[in-house]
């Protein structure tokens, strides 16, 4: 069955660097999004994306966070300035199309900021 | 904004049902759905209801949507320990579904306790 991947399972960095968490989308899915759980908190949703542009972002995707869909495949968040505060499970998902409601999700990257 | 509510524990014997109650504040929810997360896994999405529809049955699992009060369950019919995770429930208003973004407003989570 396909699923959503995710890379890397956990990253480290130390504040002030940059951070690129990358996904592999259901391969047939059309919308991608990015969601962030802080530990013991609940799972925010981040931003949308479809055609190649974001479709819908929240208050937290300030201009520290970018996506982009470099190729056919992969959909990668970057955070440009590491905050201690950006450490989470940052979780990607995918949607196939307009008609469908389900969004699937992937296992998730711990980022840890040290 | 939307708000979505749960309980946070819930410990249930071997073979009994569980249920775990969700409240929500948004009156447009046009969707709402239960997510699993196992210890260290990503989220596995179980079961989902459109806000038409009262209740919908999928094996073991059983949700009822009472849209007057806003407020969502999710029964687990002979729960086995491989039941044991953290559900979550989720919801997309209208809002977002007009926005085009099909956010997701999630729940605090219900950490599910199996015990022999």
């Known amino acids: 069955e396909p699923e959503v991947t995710q890379t890397p399972s956990h990253q480290v960095t130390q504040m002030g660097q940059e951070v690129i968490l990358r996904c592999v989308p259901i391969?047939?899915?059309?919308?991608f999004y990015w969601y962030r759980q802080i530990l013991g908190q609940k799972v925010e949703f981040l931003v949308s994306f479809y055609n190649n542009e974001i479709s819908e972002k929240s208050e937290i995707f300030d201009d520290q966070f970018s996506v982009e869909r470099p190729d056919g495949s992969n959909f990668t968040l970057k955070i440009r300035s590491t905050k201690l505060e950006d450490s989470a499970m940052y979780f990607c998902?995918?949607?196939?199309?307009?008609?469908?409601?389900?969004?699937?999700f992937g296992p998730g990257t711990r980022l840890t900021v040290t | 904004g939307e708000d979505v509510e749960q309980s946070l524990f819930l410990s249930v014997r071997e073979g009994d049902s569980s249920v775990i109650n969700c409240t929500y504040t948004?009156?447009?929810?046009?969707?709402l759905y239960w997510y699993k997360q196992e210890p260290g896994a990503g989220l596995q999405l179980l079961t989902y209801i459109f806000s038409n529809m009262d209740m919908k049955q999928d094996q073991r699992l059983t949700v009822l949507l009472n849209k007057k009060d806003k407020h969502l369950s999710l029964r687990i019919a002979d729960t086995q320990t491989g039941d044991s995770a953290i559900y979550f429930c989720a919801e997309i208003g209208l809002l977002g579904l007009t926005g085009g973004g099909n956010k997701l407003t999630f729940g605090t989570g219900t950490q599910l306790k199996v015990e022999l």
């Open positions: 948004d009156s447009s929810s046009t969707y």
């Open positions: 391969s047939n899915h059309l919308y």
């Open positions: 998902a995918s949607r196939k199309d307009r008609g469908q409601s389900e969004q699937y």
